[in-house]
Nanobody, 122 residues
Framework: QVTLVESGGGLVQAGGSLRLSCAAS????????MGWLRQAPGKEREFVAA????????YFADSVKGRFTISRDNAKNTMYLQMNSLKPEDTAVYYCAADTSVHLLRVLPDYWGQGIQVTVSS
């Protein structure tokens, strides 16, 4: 069983930065792809970013490419999402996710965190 806990969310002005962290329990963290999805009020959940188990490959939604970076520290069982140049449209609940497949992670991951609010004011 994998448990995921997000931290680092909050309120920031447009143009600002936030770093989200996702701490994972369980010994299999290093063999899972990890990523982030988000859901804004009244909108469908959408893929944000993902990173392969080794960290060698990263994937981003077009809407965040060039502004967000994703990384992981397998020794600490922790994944990070650095969000720069934030926009009001980035406002959403952000969910940490894990799956053996990066492709499945983008749509229906095996494991989810409880989510954390990110609010970007204009």
């Amino acid at each position: 069983q994998v448990t995921l806990v997000e931290s680092g969310g909050g309120l920031v002005q447009a143009g600002g930065s936030l770093r989200l962290s996702c701490a994972a329990s369980g010994p299999i963290f290093s063999s899972y792809a990890m990523g982030w999805l988000r859901q804004a009020p009244g909108k469908e959940r959408e893929f944000v970013a993902a990173i392969s188990w080794s960290g060698a490959n990263t994937y981003f939604a077009d809407s965040v490419k060039g502004r967000f970076t994703i990384s992981r520290d397998n020794a600490k069982n922790t994944m990070y999402l650095q969000m720069n140049s934030l926009k009001p449209e980035d406002t959403a609940v952000y969910y940490c996710a894990a799956d053996t497949s990066v492709h499945l992670l983008r749509v229906l991951p095996d494991y989810w965190g409880q989510g954390i609010q990110v609010t970007v004011s204009s």
